[in-house]
């Protein structure tokens, strides 16, 4: 269907600048059978047509080609004996185009300013609590959050495709539609579109009931800005994903801005087409980690205050230390105690929260007090320091953590210091896959996954993380 759209807008170029009837005299049915670098060929009706065009039509016939395909150096005409195939998809009539063009694209028009000002409407009313000025900034996401701000400042000139990865629920929705509002208030004049996967996935699938494909893919084609989130879902999706390819090379060549976002890095989309992932990389790659203790504090205080709800200064502290995971976990925890003192009217105490977080497996109690008094008995300057505080603290030999044995009271360690590096140290899979027996990607991929779901399950190793963790103070 590629070669088709293109077809199509080769043909409203033609329109532009030579008359109806020559339009309707010289052409009958058209085709494009072969896109390379440097050469368009077309498809023909007969040899009579194929010899017209060449003779009368080459030179505008090039020249609207060109606004198409900025690089070729020549097209051609061949005769096309597939071109009355009615399953043969890349075929345009030209009679019923010409027919179409002006009703269409007045309709296609209007329909899409009042469909997109609709959607734009809703959200931005919806959405106007997510600014970048409100968006808090810890280390890890200083990146990706200039690259938004220049991008909301400058759209389609800054970086484009603009990519960015994180783990789940650590400001995702948040950085991405603050851009969305940050572009409609400086540009309201512009189209911007902002839609997650799954429901553009559910509109591709009702589109094609309705055979309306060609008009979800013009309106697409419209938008100025166009930010696509949670694009993981769409794995294992064929048709879906080569929808997403024929409108992002539809607004890439037209210098539209697109903005991506996935739950992990480009050369990790193994669930995509390679031709969709290679597009994805085409632009800038930004990515965000965990918060650190300060950026947990500064949120979980920025949601209270959102939420008129201040509690002391103790209770943001003790909830910033243990809720460690995301930012989701921060605002959930905040809801749970907002929620029970609307009930009981009872206002939070440190005891009542840390008994709250025990039940949620948050936390130990005794941790508390260990964090207040206790001063760290370990100083961390390398990867080294922390496996030896694991093995310190499993009471184990350190080359039984390094090597490849399997028996778990070796793999739990392991995984641990894997866990620590990764998420504390912030090394790559690659450098931690080094410094353990020359592991690969994938092995310490799955490991510090692994421990994460084991941390979900386990309390009791959740408490001996914990204490770790106090012990050598990250």
Same mark, same amino acid.
């Given at each position: 269907?590629?070669?088709?759209?293109?077809?199509? +807008?080769?043909?409203?170029?033609?329109?532009?600048?030579?008359?109806?009837?020559?339009?309707?005299?010289?052409?009958?049915? %058209?085709?494009?059978?072969?896109?390379?670098?440097?050469?368009?060929?077309? !498809?023909?009706?007969?040899?009579?047509?194929? !010899?017209?065009?060449?003779?009368?039509?080459?030179?505008?016939?090039?020249?609207?080609?060109?606004?198409?395909?900025?690089?070729?150096?020549?097209?051609?005409?061949?005769?096309?004996?597939?071109?009355?195939?009615?399953?043969?998809?890349?075929?345009?009539?030209?009679?019923?185009?010409?027919?179409?063009?002006?009703?269409?694209?007045?309709?296609?028009? $209007?329909?899409?300013?009042?469909?997109?000002?609709?959607?734009?409407?809703?959200?931005?009313? @919806?959405?106007?609590?997510? #600014?970048?000025?409100?968006?808090?900034?810890?280390?890890?996401?200083?990146?990706?959050?200039?690259?938004?701000?220049?991008?909301?400042? +400058?759209?389609?000139?800054?970086?484009?495709?603009?990519?960015?990865?994180?783990?789940?629920?650590?400001?995702?929705?948040?950085? *991405?539609?603050?851009?969305?509002?940050?572009?409609?208030?400086?540009?309201?004049?512009?189209?911007?579109?902002?839609? #997650?996967?799954?429901?553009?996935?559910?509109?591709?699938?009702?589109?094609?009931?309705?055979?309306?494909?060609?008009?979800?893919?013009?309106?697409?084609?419209?938008?100025?800005?166009?930010?696509?989130?949670?694009?993981?879902?769409?794995?294992?999706?064929?048709? #879906?994903?080569?929808?997403?390819?024929?409108?992002?090379?539809?607004?890439?060549?037209?210098?539209?801005?697109?903005? *991506?976002?996935?739950?992990?890095?480009?050369?990790?989309?193994?669930?995509?087409?390679?031709?969709?992932?290679?597009?994805? !990389?085409?632009?800038?790659?930004?990515?965000?980690?965990?918060?650190?203790?300060?950026?947990?504090?500064?949120?979980?205080?920025?949601?209270?205050?959102? $939420?008129?709800?201040?509690?002391?200064?103790?209770?943001?502290?003790?909830?910033?230390?243990?809720?460690?995971?995301?930012?989701?976990?921060?605002?959930?925890?905040?809801?749970? *105690?907002?929620?029970?003192?609307?009930?009981?009217?009872?206002?939070?105490?440190?005891?009542?929260?840390?008994?709250?977080?025990? @039940?949620?497996?948050?936390?130990? +109690?005794?941790?508390?007090?260990?964090?207040?008094?206790?001063?760290?008995?370990?100083?961390?300057?390398?990867?080294?320091?922390?496996?030896?505080?694991?093995?310190?603290?499993?009471?184990?030999?350190?080359?039984?953590?390094?090597?490849?044995?399997?028996?778990?009271?070796?793999?739990?360690?392991?995984?641990?210091?894997?866990?620590?590096?990764?998420?504390?140290?912030?090394? #790559?899979?690659?450098?931690?896959?080094?410094?353990?027996?020359?592991?690969?990607?994938?092995?310490?991929?799955?490991?510090?996954?692994?421990?994460?779901?084991?941390? $979900?399950?386990?309390?009791?190793?959740?408490?001996? %993380?914990?204490? *770790?963790?106090?012990?050598?103070?990250?």
């Amino acid at each position: 269907m590629e070669k088709y759209y293109k077809l199509q +807008n080769i043909l409203e170029e033609l329109l532009k600048n030579i008359k109806r009837q020559d339009f309707l005299t010289f052409f009958r049915k %058209m085709s494009i059978l072969e896109i390379s670098d440097e050469k368009i060929v077309f !498809g023909c009706f007969s040899g009579f047509m194929k !010899g017209n065009l060449e003779a009368k039509l080459y030179d505008v016939i090039f020249e609207a080609t060109k606004k198409e395909f900025k690089n070729i150096k020549e097209i051609e005409f061949e005769v096309d004996n597939n071109i009355e195939n009615p399953s043969n998809k890349d075929v345009i009539d030209c009679t019923i185009f010409i027919k179409n063009f002006g009703k269409q694209s007045s309709l296609v028009k $209007k329909t899409f300013d009042k469909k997109i000002e609709s959607l734009i409407t809703k959200k931005a009313d @919806k959405n106007l609590r997510y #600014t970048l000025d409100n968006f808090v900034v810890w280390p890890d996401s200083q990146l990706a959050y200039s690259a938004s701000q220049a991008v909301s400042k +400058n759209p389609w000139n800054s970086y484009n495709p603009l990519y960015i990865y994180w783990d789940v629920w650590l400001g995702k929705t948040h950085l *991405l539609q603050a851009t969305w509002n940050e572009i409609l208030k400086k540009r309201n004049w512009k189209k911007v579109m902002y839609i #997650t996967a799954d429901k553009f996935i559910t509109e591709y699938i009702a589109s094609v009931k309705k055979r309306s494909v060609e008009k979800m893919r013009t309106r697409y084609r419209m938008a100025d800005v166009l930010i696509i989130d949670d694009v993981q879902f769409l794995a294992k999706k064929e048709q #879906t994903q080569n929808e997403l390819y024929n409108i992002f090379n539809l607004l890439y060549d037209d210098n539209k801005q697109i903005i *991506l976002s996935w739950d992990r890095s480009p050369n990790e989309l193994t669930e995509l087409e390679p031709r969709l992932q290679s597009r994805f !990389g085409w632009g800038i790659t930004v990515d965000i980690w965990k918060p650190d203790y300060e950026t947990r504090l500064a949120i979980l205080q920025e949601k209270a205050r959102e $939420k008129e709800f201040l509690l002391s200064q103790d209770i943001f502290e003790f909830i910033a230390t243990n809720v460690t995971q995301n930012i989701r976990e921060l605002e959930w925890v905040l809801n749970q *105690l907002i929620a029970e003192y609307e009930l009981t009217w009872i206002f939070p105490t440190l005891e009542m929260v840390a008994k709250k977080l025990n @039940k949620l497996s948050f936390t130990d +109690n005794i941790l508390w007090e260990a964090k207040k008094t206790v001063a760290p008995t370990v100083t961390i300057r390398s990867y080294e320091d922390i496996i030896e505080a694991v093995w310190n603290y499993f009471w184990i030999e350190k080359e039984w953590i390094l090597w490849t044995n399997r028996r778990k009271e070796f793999m739990i360690p392991r995984q641990v210091s894997m866990y620590l590096l990764k998420n504390k140290m912030h090394y #790559t899979y690659e450098r931690i896959g080094n410094i353990f027996s020359w592991r690969n990607h994938a092995a310490v991929l799955y490991s510090c996954k692994k421990l994460d779901w084991l941390l $979900k399950k386990d309390k009791k190793l959740l408490t001996d %993380m914990n204490h *770790l963790r106090n012990t050598i103070w990250i």
